[in-house]
Nanobody
C-alpha cells in the first residue's frame, strides 16, 4: 500500500544528531501506526521505535535510552525520527515501515524481538564515525 521514502541519513560524528524523515504517499497515512527499524551487518534487523496513528503514543527500543524521538505530521504525511547523542553502534540503514493494518496501534518490542512489517521504504544510511 503506497510508497515510503526515507531521507536525512548521512555521516555524523559521535555525539551528533540527525533527523530522519519518511514521506508517505499512495495511502491514507493517518490510518496507520508507523515504525522505524534498522539493519546492521552485525546485528541484522532491529526494531527502533513506533508511533500510533494520532501521534500521541510512542514506543522505543531500550537502546535508544531517551536519545531518539519519533513523531509524525499527518497533515504532511511524514514520519520523523530525531536522533541525538549518536553512537558508532547506531550505524545502520534506517527504514520506515508499517504493518498494513489500520487496527494495529503500535507496541513495545523487547530487544530479542524482531517484528515483521508488510511495507518498508528503501532506507537511508546513517554512519556514525569520527
Amino acid at each position: 500500500q503506497g510508497r515510503l521514502v526515507e531521507s536525512g541519513g548521512g555521516l555524523v560524528q559521535p555525539g551528533g544528531s540527525l533527523r530522519l524523515s519518511c514521506a508517505a504517499s499512495g495511502f491514507t497515512f493517518s490510518d496507520y501506526a508507523m515504525s522505524w527499524v534498522r539493519q546492521t551487518p552485525g546485528k541484522g534487523l532491529e526494531w527502533v521505535s513506533e508511533i500510533n496513528k494520532g501521534g500521541d503514543t510512542s514506543y522505543y527500543a531500550d537502546f535508544t535510552k531517551g536519545r531518539f524521538t519519533i513523531d509524525r505530521d499527518n497533515a504532511k504525511n511524514t514520519l520523523y525520527l530525531q536522533m541525538n547523542n549518536l553512537k558508532p553502534d547506531d550505524t545502520a540503514v534506517y527504514y520506515c515501515a508499517h504493518k498494513g493494518s489500520t487496527s494495529y496501534r503500535g507496541e513495545y518490542y523487547h530487544s530479542n524481538e524482531v517484528p515483521s512489517y508488510d511495507y518498508y521504504g528503501q532506507g537511508t544510511q546513517v554512519i556514525v564515525s569520527s
